[in-house]
């Protein structure tokens, strides 16, 4: 059967919370918003100081780690958990840390500024943010990507929830965070024209994922079959952060030049811990 005659099933937002909030400036209390489940997502404009988006995505390009990854996004530095066994994410971790480190270690990073920021809003609730670990192993700080895919998509849609479901992870702690909510964050340092975020009111259940074959990758869902839900299209400039609930299917519509942006995701795996991993 064609992916695009298969009806998705799942749950669907009401309208009040399909939506983003925007802001000029950093407000950490709406992203505690986005990992309590309680919106779906905001974007921070023009956050990121013009010298930091600068040295990172020098840093980027530079960065002797950054490999070519076919089809979308084409250039990253970090490691991606998607797809593999715990081992061997996390292994590959290990092995760029440092790369990693230098381009996310620019003066006036974004990403230890929010970080730091979320740290402290969440200090109020008795609860903080790390990295995700496992028997004294780290994941991935960050996740540098770079594309400029052709065709529809840049990035295709796809759903964060369905990779944490995967056996070969099963005791990573990750896993917990789907009692709660999964955030995405990007950070976006360079940027050129199109590359809009798409979102549409749509989180897949497990009958879904199953009739199309992506119970461990949520990757792809078919522009067809998602034509029946409401989206959002949001414009993506550089210097800008946005955090929103990775569950519904999103994709990045196409674009020219290069559309670089750290990013990282993360979820509370008990009321007193947040976990980010890439």
């Known amino acids: 059967m064609h992916q695009s005659t298969i009806r998705l099933s799942g749950r669907q937002a009401d309208k009040e919370f399909f939506r983003f909030e925007e802001r000029g400036e950093l407000d950490y209390g709406l992203v505690l918003d986005v990992l309590h489940g309680r919106r779906l997502g905001v974007i921070f404009r023009d956050v990121i100081p013009p ?23 084409s250039h990253y530095v970090g490691a ?24 996310i270690d ?36 960050a996740l540098i990507r770079a594309w400029d895919k052709e065709g529809d998509f840049s990035l295709d849609p796809h ?10 992870q099963v005791g990573f702690e990750i896993q917990r965070v789907l009692d709660h909510q999964i955030c995405a964050v990007n950070m976006c340092t360079e940027h050129s024209d199109g590359g809009r975020l798409v979102i549409w009111n749509i989180r897949p259940d ?19 079959a998602l034509a029946d839900f409401e989206e959002l299209r949001l414009e993506i400039r550089e210097g800008d952060i ?19 942006t750290v990013s990282f995701i993360m979820g509370f795996t008990d009321p007193r811990t947040v976990v980010s991993w890439t």
């Open 206 to 224: 497990d009958e879904t994922r199953h009739s199309l074959g992506i119970e461990r990758t949520g990757l792809p869902y078919a522009a067809e």
């Open 242 to 260: 946005y955090a929103f609930n990775g569950a519904f299917v999103h994709a990045v519509d196409a674009n020219t030049g290069n559309r670089t």
């Open 159 to 168: 759903e964060d929830e369905a990779q944490c479901k995967d056996p070969r």
């Open 106 to 141: 620019a003066p006036d990073s974004p990403w230890h500024l929010f970080r730091q920021g979320v740290n402290e809003a969440l200090r109020e609730e008795g609860a903080s943010l790390r990295v995700a670990r496992t028997n004294g192993r780290s994941a991935c700080a």
């Open 51 to 73: 010298a930091a988006r600068k040295s990172l995505t020098e840093r980027f390009w530079a960065s002797p780690a950054r490999q070519h990854r076919e089809g979308e996004p």
């Open 80 to 103: 991606y958990h998607w797809n593999k066994d715990t081992d061997t994410y996390l292994g590959e971790a290990a092995e760029v840390a440092e790369h990693v480190r230098k381009v």
